[in-house]
């Protein structure tokens, strides 16, 4: 897996991937060459081959970011990858934070900020390796009949309040239904890269497993400078169903945790989080559902997101010769490698079908949709062909089960278009909300 | 928690305006009993990361100890007390110590009735930030306005006390604050100090209100003496 390390500008560093960093200060040192070589001219580096590796740079603001890798992932992917990092550690800290702090002192040591968030990153880069969601661009949702998610999302839909901008419900990591207010215009719709960031946070700690938490929370790609709060809660006493609230007032918990109270009760009328672990216990989908005699370990689409729709892609079970981790490992490895020769840069495909040593593989991308799959190294070119057309007329069938096509939307400001300051990030001044 | 708590009526907050200070200390009608008064106070823990202030806070509310991470933000607990004939509620802010957070803190601290300045007996360093922390309170409150209490937590690991208890005490008394030492996983002492912060709460509220702590007793003198009406008895089952 690849070594990452993020470092300030003046060579501190700030976070390394397995391992202290005082324990690798041997490798922070040549680190540190080559960073101050980085800086060094207009040229800067941005990655370096070697006969088994690649190291990648990337510069953001005053932290520069490393990535030492072995793998089959491709310059962008591994930048993609600190790119993530960067984005978590914004999530945290946001980026004006970041930039005020080296403004007034070049050699501050930003561990103090983010003790404690080693595992929050660990777990990221965990993801972004094993998470297709995260190759895709796109956030695994749970698949569930699309009355039951209209009727969830029907329930987000009531419980409002002014300010709030978001309501997620999550089980398992898994979206189940996500509601944002309407005056959010087009272009800054909750981007699944920020969602990810998000989630990962809740993963990461046990520590929302008690009480309910109201934090304040960064979402980089919607606005790097400006902080949300948000209100955490699980409905369950397993925790495995999680609501999210987004608010732009911090004054606000008490309305926010009010909401949630009403989100409880009419769950429970309803009786929605018996359909929530019905639907967790049943598996994303099989290959066998499908009813295609094809080989296991089919990525399906993700929806596009350039439709700035919120993307969700579900992952069937890995079976057969998947079901061990290794194997899982190797076929991602497979699948990023595909990923990037889709979506190089300098000569981008649409289809590709690739035949490794265990195994066939097939690659496509269109409009609507991206499309990794898996065969036996045994198929022929017109067999896979055949599974897949099979496989996208279930998918095209199933569609409102396994993706969230139109997110519900409400509106919290009874008056927009009237000026009030009040569906604003904090300390932002973005003009990201329409209408205000 | 208490379940009876979400069949509660969204709770009336009464915005009181004080050094530009909302606080929400507001007495409130029960539903379905007439005359019992529900005081609403807000209980904020503040203190370096690690000292066990989700550990107090849970064991008090859940009465239970578990390995806990950091916590993110601020957890929010209620917890319903009952101190003679009046019905308490505790919202506890249980904040993060992680210096992150610190910029985001005086959002938690902010109109609340009682502070739990919480350190680590074995960590000295903790002590000092409690202390700090008691400076920070005095700017931002008045003396009467909020109780405070000092809590030297992790009593159970005795053998590495940096912390004198006599120096805490003594540090205590010279700015009248309640101390006490506890151990959130040995259950030492843990429910005194949510107890001594009620009793004190309800003690300056009595002397606020005059006229409130009298009132059942004087009620229920009228009552006897009034024999044709029994139902108007005061008694409290
Ligand atoms: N021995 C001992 N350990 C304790 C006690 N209370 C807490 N701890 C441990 O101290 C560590 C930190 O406890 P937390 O309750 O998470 O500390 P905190 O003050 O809430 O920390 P932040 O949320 O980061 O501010 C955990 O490993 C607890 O298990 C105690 O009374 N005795
Ligand atoms: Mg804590």
Same mark, same amino acid.
């Given at each position: 897996?690849?070594?990452?390390?993020?470092?300030?500008?003046?060579?501190?560093? /700030?976070?390394?991937?397995?391992?202290?960093?005082?324990?690798?200060?041997?490798?922070?040192?040549?680190?540190?060459?080559?960073?101050?070589? /980085?800086?060094?001219?207009?040229?800067?580096?941005?990655?370096?081959?070697?006969?088994?590796?690649? %190291?990648?740079?990337?510069?953001?603001?005053?932290?520069?970011?490393?990535?030492?890798?072995?793998?089959?992932?491709?310059?962008?992917?591994?930048?993609? @990858?600190?790119?993530?990092?960067?984005?978590?550690?914004?999530?945290?800290?946001?980026?004006?934070?970041?930039?005020?702090?080296?403004?007034?002192?070049?050699?501050?040591?930003?561990?103090?900020?983010?003790?404690?968030?080693?595992?929050?990153?660990?777990?990221?880069?965990?993801?972004?390796?094993?998470?297709?969601?995260?190759?895709?661009?796109?956030?695994?949702?749970?698949?569930?009949?699309?009355?039951?998610?209209?009727?969830?999302?029907?329930? %987000?839909?009531?419980?409002?309040?002014?300010?709030?901008?978001?309501?997620?419900?999550?089980?398992?990591?898994?979206?189940?239904?996500?509601?944002?207010?309407?005056?959010?215009?087009?272009?800054?719709?909750?981007?699944?890269?920020? %969602?990810?960031?998000?989630?990962?946070?809740?993963?990461?700690?046990?520590?929302?497993? #008690?009480?309910?938490?109201?934090?304040?929370?960064?979402?980089?790609?919607?606005?790097?400078?400006?902080?949300?709060?948000?209100?955490?809660?699980?409905?369950?006493?397993?925790?495995?169903?999680?609501?999210?609230?987004?608010?732009?007032?911090?004054?606000?918990?008490?309305?926010?945790?009010?909401?949630? $109270?009403?989100?409880?009760?009419?769950?429970?009328?309803?009786?929605?989080?018996?359909?929530?672990?019905?639907?967790?216990?049943?598996?994303?989908?099989?290959?066998?559902?499908?009813?295609?005699?094809?080989?296991?370990?089919?990525?399906?689409?993700? #929806?596009?997101?350039?439709?700035?729709?919120?993307?969700?892609?579900?992952?069937?079970?890995?079976?057969?010769?998947?079901?061990?981790?290794?194997?899982?490992?190797?076929?991602?490895?497979?699948?990023?490698?595909?990923?990037?020769?889709?979506?190089?840069?300098?000569?981008?495909?649409?289809?590709?079908?690739?035949?490794?040593?265990? @195994?066939?593989?097939?690659? &496509?991308?269109?409009?609507?949709?991206?499309?990794?799959?898996?065969?036996?190294?045994?198929?022929?070119?017109?067999?896979?062909?055949?599974?897949?057309? $099979?496989?996208?007329? &279930?998918?095209?069938? @199933?569609?409102?089960?396994?993706? /969230?096509?139109?997110?519900?939307?409400?509106?919290?400001?009874?008056?927009?278009?009237?000026?009030?300051?009040?569906?604003?990030?904090?300390?932002?001044?973005?003009?990201?909300?329409?209408? %205000? | 928690?208490?379940?009876?708590?979400?069949?509660?009526?969204?709770?009336?907050?009464?915005?009181?305006?004080?050094?530009?200070?909302?606080?929400?200390?507001?007495?409130?009608?029960?539903?379905?009993?007439?005359?019992?008064?529900?005081?609403?106070?807000?209980?904020?823990?503040?203190?370096?990361?690690?000292?066990?202030?989700?550990?107090?806070?849970?064991?008090?509310?859940?009465?239970?100890?578990?390995?806990?991470?950091?916590?993110?933000?601020?957890?929010?607990?209620?917890?319903?007390?009952?101190?003679?004939?009046?019905?308490?509620?505790?919202?506890? &802010?249980?904040? #993060?110590?992680?210096?992150?957070?610190?910029?985001?803190?005086?959002?938690?601290?902010?109109?609340?009735?009682?502070?739990?300045?919480?350190?680590?007996?074995?960590?000295?360093?903790?002590?000092?930030?409690?202390?700090? &922390?008691?400076?920070?309170?005095?700017?931002?409150?008045?003396?009467?306005?909020?109780?405070?209490?000092?809590?030297?937590?992790?009593?159970?690991?005795?053998?590495?006390? @940096?912390?004198?208890?006599?120096?805490?005490?003594?540090?205590?008394?010279?700015?009248?604050?309640?101390?006490?030492?506890?151990?959130?996983?040995?259950?030492?002492?843990?429910?005194?100090?949510?107890?001594?912060?009620?009793?004190?709460?309800?003690?300056?509220?009595?002397?606020?209100?005059?006229?409130?702590?009298?009132?059942?007793?004087?009620?229920?003198?009228?009552?006897?003496?009034?024999?044709?009406?029994?139902?108007?008895?005061?008694?409290?089952?």
């Amino acid at each position: 897996r690849a070594m990452v390390f993020v470092l300030s500008e003046a060579g501190k560093p /700030i976070y390394s991937r397995y391992g202290n960093e005082e324990a690798l200060s041997s490798t922070m040192g040549v680190m540190m060459a080559l960073v101050s070589f /980085i800086q060094s001219g207009d040229n800067a580096i941005r990655s370096i081959y070697s006969d088994d590796r690649k %190291l990648v740079f990337v510069q953001q603001g005053p932290l520069v970011l490393v990535s030492v890798s072995r793998t089959l992932q491709s310059e962008q992917q591994l930048r993609q @990858e600190l790119l993530y990092v960067y984005y978590q550690i914004l999530s945290m800290l946001t980026q004006v934070s970041i930039t005020r702090i080296f403004e007034r002192k070049k050699n501050y040591d930003l561990r103090r900020l983010l003790a404690g968030s080693e595992k929050i990153l660990d777990r990221l880069l965990n993801l972004v390796e094993s998470d297709p969601g995260f190759l895709l661009g796109a956030v695994r949702c749970l698949p569930l009949p699309a009355s039951q998610r209209d009727a969830l999302g029907a329930l %987000l839909q009531k419980a409002i309040t002014p300010n709030l901008v978001f309501s997620i419900l999550v089980a398992q990591s898994q979206l189940v239904t996500a509601v944002q207010e309407r005056a959010v215009i087009e272009e800054c719709r909750l981007e699944p890269t920020d %969602l990810h960031l998000l989630l990962n946070l809740i993963g990461a700690s046990s520590a929302f497993q #008690a009480g309910e938490i109201w934090t304040p929370i960064c979402l980089p790609r919607f606005n790097p400078d400006g902080y949300f709060y948000a209100y955490i809660s699980y409905l369950d006493a397993e925790c495995t169903v999680c609501l999210v609230l987004l608010s732009t007032d911090k004054e606000s918990f008490y309305a926010v945790s009010d909401c949630k $109270k009403r989100v409880e009760e009419a769950m429970r009328t309803q009786g929605s989080l018996q359909v929530l672990s019905g639907g967790l216990q049943s598996p994303s989908y099989s290959v066998g559902q499908v009813g295609v005699p094809g080989y296991p370990g089919e990525l399906p689409p993700a #929806a596009p997101v350039h439709q700035r729709q919120l993307s969700s892609s579900p992952s069937p079970e890995l079976e057969g010769p998947y079901c061990s981790e290794e194997e899982q490992q190797r076929l991602f490895d497979l699948y990023h490698y595909l990923h990037s020769r889709i979506h190089s840069t300098s000569r981008p495909l649409r289809l590709i079908y690739h035949v490794a040593e265990k @195994e066939t593989l097939l690659a &496509w991308v269109t409009s609507k949709f991206e499309l990794y799959t898996c065969f036996s190294p045994l198929v022929t070119k017109a067999g896979a062909i055949n599974v897949l057309t $099979k496989l996208l007329r &279930w998918i095209k069938k @199933e569609e409102d089960r396994l993706f /969230i096509r139109y997110p519900p939307k409400y509106s919290t400001t009874p008056n927009p278009g009237k000026g009030t300051k009040g569906g604003r990030p904090d300390g932002a001044e973005n003009g990201f909300f329409a209408g %205000l | 928690m208490d379940r009876s708590l979400s069949s509660l009526p969204p709770p009336r907050r009464k915005a009181m305006l004080k050094k530009n200070m909302a606080s929400r200390r507001t007495p409130q009608q029960e539903a379905g009993s007439s005359t019992e008064q529900t005081y609403v106070y807000k209980v904020v823990l503040l203190g370096t990361t690690a000292v066990g202030k989700s550990s107090l806070a849970f064991r008090y509310v859940k009465n239970d100890f578990r390995e806990s991470m950091p916590t993110v933000g601020c957890s929010f607990f209620t917890q319903l007390v009952c101190l003679e004939t009046t019905t308490m509620k505790l919202e506890i &802010w249980d904040t #993060a110590g992680q210096e992150k957070y610190q910029s985001v803190c005086h959002l938690y601290y902010r109109g609340a009735n009682a502070a739990l300045l919480v350190y680590d007996i074995t960590q000295k360093a903790t002590f000092a930030r409690a202390k700090l &922390w008691l400076r920070e309170l005095e700017r931002e409150f008045l003396h009467d306005e909020i109780v405070i209490v000092l809590v030297g937590n992790k009593t159970d690991l005795a053998a590495q006390r @940096e912390v004198p208890l006599e120096e805490a005490e003594e540090f205590a008394k010279s700015k009248s604050l309640i101390f006490m030492e506890t151990s959130a996983k040995s259950n030492h002492r843990v429910t005194e100090v949510f107890m001594a912060v009620a009793c004190e709460l309800l003690k300056r509220e009595r002397q606020k209100e005059p006229t409130h702590q009298p009132q059942p007793w004087k009620k229920s003198c009228v009552d006897l003496q009034e024999p044709s009406n029994p139902a108007k008895r005061c008694c409290r089952s």
